[in-house]
């Protein structure tokens, strides 16, 4: 049988928990496309949630440029569900996006990448929040459970 590696080092989990945290706030602080895409990298990878895959920051940028005079995203809270580091200069991370009253919210994988001692986003793949098929299905069965009572 073959052993599964961990790919994380332990001894960077920390610093790669504070990088992913930064990551985050600097979007909660983004007020403006700008801003909000300030931290990608040129080359960036890109899932949108609703299957779009776009690469690279002019074609990116310019979309939420006009998401966001569209207003199609609420203002949100970014939280760091979790951060590895399977190799020096790189951090895996999923954030989500809890939209504030009302709207979509998301979860989101990050691939961050240092670059001459700044952090910089080289892939991102964010999946709309939603039930799951077995949460309803979980949820039927105690129903069903609760009515045989």
Do not use: C
């Not at 909660?28 to 801003?35: C, G, K, L, T």
């Amino acid at each position: 049988m073959n052993a599964r590696p961990t790919v994380s080092d332990p001894e960077r989990a920390d610093r790669a928990h504070r990088v992913a945290t930064e990551f985050a706030e600097g979007l909660q602080r983004a007020s403006d496309a700008d801003e909000y895409d300030s931290a990608f990298a040129a080359d960036i990878l890109w899932g949108s949630p609703f299957g779009a895959s776009v690469t690279g920051f002019a074609e990116l940028n310019a979309i939420h440029h006009r998401l966001m005079a569209a207003k199609v995203a609420p203002p949100s809270r970014f939280d760091v569900v979790a951060a590895l580091a399977p190799a020096p200069g790189v951090v895996v991370t999923q954030i989500r996006r809890q939209a504030a009253g009302g709207g979509f919210s998301e979860m989101a994988m990050y691939v961050l990448a240092e670059r001459d001692g700044r952090w910089w986003l080289a892939a991102a793949q964010n999946t709309p929040v939603g039930v799951s098929p077995l949460d309803s299905a979980g949820a039927d069965r105690s129903a069903r459970l609760e009515q045989e009572d």
